[in-house]
């Protein structure tokens, strides 16, 4: 819960909401993410390198703050990104990506 503390205060971290402790059981609430990186890949007419950049340079960014977290992501895919609408792009503050959905 620490890690997810620090690192969801980043641009492309999924953000943590609240933390609930009901004796043995402990409930994390994130802010809701509607689909992985692979459905809305999956979503796109075009995949090119004009649509791909701007998810890979965002999902290096997000593997960039868990690193300096220490913490190793084992079972990097895009299906193991969640997506967000933060903006209007697929969990992005820049809104240069054109991976979108409605």
Known sequence: IRMMDIAA????????????????LCYILMEPCEK?????????????????????RQMFEALSVLHQACVA???????NFLCTRRTTSY????SSSPATWS
């Open 36 to 56: 992985t990186l692979l459905q809305v890949l999956d979503m796109q007419t075009e995949l090119t390198e004009r649509t791909l950049c701007p998810l890979w």
């Open 91 to 94: 969990s992005s503050s820049s």
């Open 73 to 79: 992501h084992r079972d990097i895919k895009p299906d």
């Open 9 to 24: 205060s980043k641009d492309h971290i999924v953000q943590l909401l609240d933390v609930i402790i009901e004796g043995p």
